[in-house]
């Protein structure tokens, strides 16, 4: 395991950044950052995180210790997070693409 990014799901929605930093941060493991992510029109947790870990072997040490076990009233699912190699540089979602808007006045033809 070469990765030092974890992806963190089925986190209860009232899951704050500190209190995942000391979960991963137990038995000397050296977090680095967290990130929880949120929707972005409600600001709600979306319930799922990235955490990166100071070394590969401290983010197998937080899968091992972690994963499966209860938070807050819901198991973890915790596994080394992926690279997204389905995009392309440069691609946006559908609705942010550059030159999709809505018309501010019609078209004269």
């Not at 992510?37 to 979306?46: E, I, N, P, V, Y």
């Not at 990166?52 to 937080?62: I, Y």
């Not at 009233?73 to 609705?95: N, W, Y």
């Amino acid at each position: 395991m070469t990765n030092k990014k974890l992806y963190v799901g089925n986190l209860p929605l009232s899951t704050e950044e500190h209190q995942l930093h000391s979960l991963f941060a137990r038995d000397g493991r050296r977090v680095v950052s967290v990130k929880i992510f949120s929707d972005r029109k409600t600001g709600h947790s979306r319930g799922f995180a990235f955490v990166e870990m100071a070394t590969a072997q401290d983010a197998l040490g937080a899968i091992e210790a972690l994963n499966g076990r209860d938070f807050m009233g819901r198991p973890l699912a915790i596994d080394q997070a992926r690279e997204d190699t389905d995009k392309k540089p440069g691609h946006t979602s559908p609705g942010s693409r550059p030159g999709r808007h809505f018309r501010t006045r019609p078209i004269s033809r």
